[in-house]
Structures are given as structure tokens and as C-alpha cells.
């Protein structure tokens, strides 16, 4: 079955970890793992556009299907694995909404702190501003702040949407771990940092941490502030 | 059932319509519906706060279970009311994974549109650039381009997803006629414009097209040389 899957993939980028975590928790361990360079625009190359006329990762194939998006990938997983590996849509209705309302909601944070830590990648030099950049660190602090308190709120050791690990966990840890690569402080953040320790140690994130992480422990800094 | 429900929304929000079509696709008529005035700052009020501390539409609670975010409404009602209305996620995997796939890239072709359209509600006057203007009308052609595409390739008369109507249609339509709404050539993208004309006709369409829409018919001519 894992055979019968390709993934291509830059290392670092969220969306991609998704997918991998995914692979991990539905047990399909041995997919066709195909690391790309982004520093070498391999990203651009017919072997993605082939899978992807957008010439984005992650890109994913299982026989004839084609799942491109990291959310929609994620879904078609857990559908079509529902017997294997771990349950990630709980059944209660209370479960399930706060799962799927984190999981939107995980949208909004990845695109506020792309917005700060992408920031020169998606504005051309002549169209930076400190005013923009100022307005985007403050938007993703009030967007930080949030997920603290929905961390307080379901108490220690609790995942993102409840007590048990679910897709929620499996689509926006790769955001937190990201934010934490960049400098986000544990002190300012007590609950994000205490989730990102409790979520290091799962096997299917250790198996996807990001390579070049492991090669260069040290991150940036760009968040130590906020 | 849908008397323990209450959604608070506003005229000619994507998102909002989106769970709209979704109730009525679920036979979830009798809903309280409160309308809310984006210009008398309606959004931003305690009513909304009560629900949503984004302080953001839609808002959807149903009975003490809250959800917000426009797609988590959507994938919660289909689960909670699978045996009602319209079947929203097809059966076999193949239709599935393309129905995530075109639900998620949905949320970029509204991203796109909304950074044309709302260019001035999400800039401040000083930071507004020509060049980003552009840049952004480029983007959104460019994006338009690949749907034009993707409704050949499903064929005349089908929806987003093949031949039936599905999740990837409710969360979708919306932003298809907003594009229109705004202007867009129905020329320049027939297929569009064919899976526009065959939607509106559609009675969960009907029933929740904006209210403002059909008191003044004529939109705005934003998109006309896109």
C-alpha cells in the first residue's frame, strides 16, 4: 500500500510535515520519499509539475490519485485509512467540532506567521515596509496569544483540540514547531512551549522532524521577541 | 434540530454563504439566521464576541457546540447529519480525494480573489502600491486560468468534482460568484462562466444568495480587464 505512494517534499516547509506525520500516524511507513532542494528551485521541476501544475510541495500520489494540498492529503488519509493506525477524527460531535474549528483555525495562524517570518520571500524589495512588517508581528502576537489561552483552557498535557491527539495536532504542530525554529520564546508562550515538548517526543514527529534541523540544531531569532 | 441552531452572517461573505448553502443542502431549513451589517460595524459586536472572540462571521453554534471557521461548519454538519440531504462526500475514494483537493485549493482562489477585491480593506491608504496591485491582478488570472482548466477537464455541465455536487462545490461557488459579482468577463472564462449559470439555479443557491445582491443586481467592474 505505502508502496504505491510517492511524496515529494521540501525539508522545513509545514505543509509537507503534515503529510508526513499523517503517513506516520496511518502506519504507512515506506512511501516513495522524494526530498527536493528548494535552494536548488527543484520545487519548479518537471518531476513536480507532473504531479502538480501549481510547482508546489508537498505533492502526493497513491496509484492514480493525486492529493496535492497538505489539508486535503491529510483528509484523504484518514478516510481512506480509518481501520489503521491512529483514529484522527474523534466521533463525539463536541470532539469533532473543536477538532475541525482548530484545524481552520491553524489556517490563520500559519498565514500570519508566514507573513512575519516569509515576509521578504512574498514582498518584493521595492515594496517592503517597517510599517507592514510591524503590523504582521503584532497580528501574529494577538493570533499567539489565542492559542494560549485555548491551550489554558483545556488544561496540561492536553493536545490542540481535546485530550487526544488528533488531525488538529497532526496540521498545526508543524506551525508551532516553526514558530519555535524562529525564536519563539517558551517563556513568553508557557503553554505553546509545554505542547511543542509534549509533541517532540511522538514517534511520528521525531520520524518527520525536518533533516536540516537535525543537521543545524541552532534556528533564527526573528520571534525572540514578540 | 435546526431550531438549536443560530448562524450570525453577513451579506456577500464567501465564508458565511458557504455554511449557508450547507444548511439548506442538509435540510437544515428553520436555522436562526441573524443577519448582521458589516457597515454599522455589527460584525464587532458583543452578540458576535458571545460566540466568536475573533469577533469574526460566520459564527454557527449549534446547541453549546460552537463552530466558526466556514469549512469546519461544513465538514461538521456533513458529519453530524450524513443520513440527511444531499450526500456532500462521495462514496469512493478517487471522488474524495478529488473533492479535498479542489476544497483546499478553493481556499487559495479566494485568497487570490479577496486580495483584488478587499486590496484597500486589507492595505492602509499609505502603504498601497500600484505594483502590488498588479502583482495581485497577475496572481488572480493566473489562478483563474487553472479552474478554467480544471472545469474542462470534468466536462460540460459537472461540477468542481465530477458529475455530482459536493463539498468542494459548497465551499467553492461562493467565490465563483463573487468573481462575477465583481465584474469578471464571462467571455474570457466560459467554463466559469457555464458552471456560474448552472449553480445559481441550484435551490440551496437561490435560497441563500446575498440579500443585497437582489436589491441592487448591478455589481462592481473591478475584475473586468482580468
Avoid at chain 2, 500600484?130 to 493566473?142: F, P
Avoid at chain 2, 443557491?205 to 437582489?214: D, G, I, N, R, T
Amino acid at each position: 500500500m505505502a508502496q504505491d505512494m510517492t511524496l515529494l517534499w521540501g525539508s522545513g516547509s509545514p505543509p509537507c510535515w503534515r503529510v508526513m506525520i499523517a503517513l506516520e500516524e496511518k502506519q504507512l511507513q515506506g512511501y516513495n520519499s522524494v526530498l527536493l532542494s528548494f535552494d536548488k528551485m527543484e520545487h519548479k521541476s518537471q518531476q513536480v509539475l507532473d504531479i502538480n501544475p501549481r510547482g508546489q510541495v508537498p505533492s502526493f500520489k497513491h496509484g492514480n490519485v493525486v492529493v496535492n494540498e497538505s489539508y486535503a492529503a491529510c483528509f484523504y488519509l484518514e478516510s481512506r485509512f480509518k481501520s489503521q493506525g491512529t483514529k484522527l477524527i474523534p466521533d463525539g460531535p463536541e470532539e469533532q467540532a473543536l477538532m475541525y474549528q482548530r484545524m481552520f483555525e491553524g489556517l490563520s495562524l500559519y498565514d500570519k506567521l508566514g507573513a512575519v517570518i516569509f515576509y521578504d520571500y512574498y514582498v518584493p524589495e521595492g515594496e517592503r515596509l517597517e510599517s507592514a512588517l510591524k503590523r504582521n508581528t503584532e497580528t501574529l502576537a494577538t493570533e499567539l496569544k489565542l492559542w494560549e489561552g485555548y491551550l489554558e483552557k483545556l488544561g496540561s498535557g492536553s493536545y490542540l483540540a481535546g485530550k487526544d491527539f488528533t488531525m488538529t495536532d497532526v496540521v498545526v504542530f508543524p506551525t508551532v514547531a516553526t514558530a519555535f525554529r524562529f525564536g519563539l520564546s517558551a517563556g513568553h508562550y508557557p503553554k505553546l512551549g509545554a505542547y511543542h515538548a509534549l509533541m517532540k517526543e511522538r514517534p511520528s514527529i521525531k520520524a518527520s522532524w525536518p533533516p536540516h534541523w537535525l543537521e543545524n540544531p541552532k534556528g533564527q531569532d526573528t520571534l525572540k521577541d514578540i | 434540530m435546526a431550531k438549536s441552531m443560530t448562524l450570525l452572517w453577513g451579506s456577500g461573505s464567501p465564508p458565511c454563504w458557504r455554511v449557508m448553502i450547507a444548511l439548506e443542502e442538509k435540510k437544515l431549513q428553520g436555522y436562526n439566521s441573524r443577519l448582521l451589517s458589516f457597515d454599522k460595524e455589527e460584525i464587532k459586536s458583543q452578540e458576535v464576541f458571545n460566540v466568536n472572540p475573533r469577533g469574526q462571521v460566520p459564527s454557527f453554534k449549534h446547541g453549546d457546540v460552537i463552530v466558526n471557521e466556514s469549512y469546519a461548519a461544513c465538514f461538521y454538519l456533513e458529519s453530524q447529519f450524513k443520513s440527511q440531504g444531499t450526500k456532500l462526500i462521495p462514496g469512493s475514494t478517487e471522488e474524495q480525494a478529488l473533492m479535498y483537493q479542489r476544497m483546499f485549493e478553493g481556499l487559495t482562489f479566494y485568497d487570490k480573489l479577496t486580495a483584488v477585491i478587499f486590496y484597500e480593506y486589507y492595505v492602509p491608504e499609505g502603504e498601497r502600491l500600484a505594483s502590488a496591485v498588479k502583482r495581485r491582478k497577475e496572481a488572480l488570472s493566473t489562478e483563474l486560468k487553472l479552474w478554467e482548466g480544471f472545469l474542462h477537464k470534468t466536462g460540460s455541465g459537472s461540477n468542481l468534482a465530477g458529475k455530482s455536487f459536493t463539498l468542494a462545490d459548497v465551499v467553492v461557488f461562493p467565490t465563483v460568484a463573487t468573481l462575477f459579482r465583481f465584474g469578471l468577463s464571462e467571455k474570457r472564462y466560459p467554463r466559469l462562466a457555464e458552471y456560474y449559470a448552472l449553480l445559481r439555479e441550484r435551490p440551496s443557491v437561490k435560497a441563500s444568495w446575498p440579500p443585497h445582491w437582489l436589491e441592487n443586481t448591478k455589481g462592481q467592474d473591478t475584475l473586468n480587464d482580468i
